[in-house]
């Protein structure tokens, strides 16, 4: 019943914003995030104060949360004492999101944590939409431990298979095969999603959209008959106890930036805060450090595109758009008002519309979350996406799973909703597919 009653908010929604605010089309793109756009090396940029942070107060204040969210929570008390864990799955913001981007497709031994976690919960949703935790355990399988064990005995490996372009060139994917073990539960009961890091980019930008210029990309009965049905995520706001469109996650699970911060806080960190508290109401990280996190990331800088007027990548950007990939990857979005002034009213370039997509079954898993089905992913942002390699210490991956070696297996991966852009792909002439990668690899 809810699922129908947001599709119909949606529809009514969508014909509003539609009618006061019309699509803006994408032409130079190469300042990503407006004037958040950083001139700094793009080794740091997304680490230190966008150029429009508005004085050098705040650009201090940048600097010195810094450690806050790239520092160790396990060498460093809060408070006088320490909060980390006492389970967790990395000891820092920063050491899964390595430079602000996304680490290594691995789980390790080590004892700061892994870079990739399994959300897992019992069969079928609570009433509000939640997925059920597993009684012991939670939403997430937290493998680390302050005494420096393991839990889970999380083992991940990968199948591969081969396809063949209509030119006869050869491909290879792979598809990540996940087990573990949790004492005294039934495997059999537990449904599972594997996650790797997301980047953590221009996240105040993305905060900062309206969310009626979310809904003018929303169709989830493909009314206009591209084959693309988006649909808004109606998840819980933790602080409205209403319900809100989410945007950050995988599965657009958080309403807001400072609800997905609290929520890594908690569940990535094992770290109680104002928004998930003890059972007693009381809590570990103070409300000044949780604000200090926020800060960072709406104030951090956004690197540029690259090379737009490199023949290539035009043509590149051509066939992205020529195959609807910005059907989803939306190009352009400008922001509204916002608690930072610094992206607050941005002509942005995201490449998401942060609603949810049925990518097909290639890419489905077994956990549903609130509105979102086990084959439904939130678009993922592309801005910074070919600096992955550049910023990333070690072979990193892409897709929520970390499944996809190159942009190119990425798109290979693409089902549902995406299907025909995918198909249109692999019709592409060698040279196309090539200068369509290196666009990508430019944003």
Known sequence: MRRVVF???????????????????????????????????????????????????????????????????????????????????????GGCHFKNSRGPVS????????????????????????????PGIGEQLQDHSIDGKLRFNIRLRFRTQRGTYPDGTQYTLRRPVLKFSIPGVDPKKVVTSLRMTPPVIGMGLLDAIPTYRL??????????????????????????????????????????????TAAAFMHDMGMTNELFREANGSFEVPSDLLERVLFYQQAAGVTPARDQDDKDVVAGKRLFQKLNCSGCHIMTFVTGDSSYAGVANQTIHPFTDLLLHDMGVGLKD??????????????????????????????????????????????????????????????????????????????
């Open 215 to 260: 809904f003018t990309h929303v169709d989830p009965t493909d009314r206009n008959k591209d084959g693309i049905s988006g649909r808004a995520s109606f998840v819980p706001d933790l602080t409205t106890g209403k319900y809100a469109v989410g945007r950050f996650g995988w599965r657009a699970t958080h309403p807001s930036l400072k609800q997905q």
């Open 366 to 443: 077994t956990r549903p979350e609130f509105s979102a089905s086990g084959k439904e992913w939130r678009t993922p942002p592309l801005w910074g996406i070919g600096l992955t390699e550049t910023l990333s210490r070690k072979k990193t991956g892409f897709l929520h799973d970390g499944r996809a070696r190159t942009l190119e297996e990425a798109i290979l991966w693409h089902g549902g909703e995406a299907q025909q852009s995918r198909d249109a792909f692999m019709k592409l002439k060698l040279k196309e597919r090539e200068q369509l990668i290196r666009f990508l690899r430019s944003l």
């Open 107 to 134: 789980f390790s031994s080590t004892a700061e944590g892994s870079p990739m976690l399994v959300k897992v919960a019992l069969q079928g949703l609570n009433s509000d939409g939640s997925p059920r935790d597993v």
């Open 7 to 93: 599709e119909y908010v949606g529809r009514f929604v969508v014909v509003l914003a539609a009618a006061v605010a019309p699509l803006v089309h994408a032409q130079e793109i190469t300042n990503l995030g407006g004037a958040a756009t950083s001139s700094f090396p793009v080794s740091v940029a997304l680490e230190l104060p966008a150029p429009n942070i508005g004085s050098e107060e705040l650009s201090r204040r940048h600097i010195d949360t810094h450690v806050d969210f790239h520092g160790s929570f396990e060498a460093r008390p809060v408070q006088g004492k320490l909060a980390l864990g006492p389970f967790f799955n990395n000891n820092a913001c």
